[in-house]
Nanobody
Framework: VKLVESGGGLVQPGGSLRLSCATS????????LRWYRQAPGKEREFVAN????????NYPDSVKGRFTISRDNAKNTVYLQMNSLNAEDTAVYYC???????????WGQGTQVTVSS
């Protein structure tokens, strides 16, 4: 099983980034997908969720209206489009896959996003 995040980097406040999480080794279409983030000294925080079909998404208030999660079931990849970034978005971003029946759960290794001028 592999989950490989990419697309992180340094961006100025107000800028945008698109994260990708390429997966393999499990039945992608049977897994709900999430993005989480963890800033230094803080607990890991839920950022976005998408169901197996892509029809249902949800976000915490901290990113709602700025972040968009999507999935391409043909490419076994989940994305996170992040707009209007600010310093509080600085964190390591992780993708997570959880089977629709609840187990197992897989995590990626994370990609760093730094928002700074």
């Amino acid at each position: 099983v592999k989950l490989v995040e990419s697309g992180g980097g340094l961006v100025q406040p107000g800028g945008s980034l698109r994260l990708s999480c390429a997966t393999s080794g499990f039945p992608f279409t049977s897994y709900h997908l999430r993005w989480y983030r963890q800033a230094p000294g803080k607990e890991r925080e839920f950022v976005a969720n998408i169901d197996t079909t892509g029809d249902y998404t949800n976000y915490p208030d901290s990113v709602k209206g700025r972040f968009t999660i999507s999935r391409d079931n043909a490419k076994n990849t989940v994305y996170l489009q992040m707009n209007s970034l600010n310093a509080e978005d600085t964190a390591v971003y992780y993708c997570r896959a959880r089977a629709m029946w609840g187990y197992p759960t897989y995590w990626g290794q994370g990609t760093q996003v730094t928002v700074s001028s």
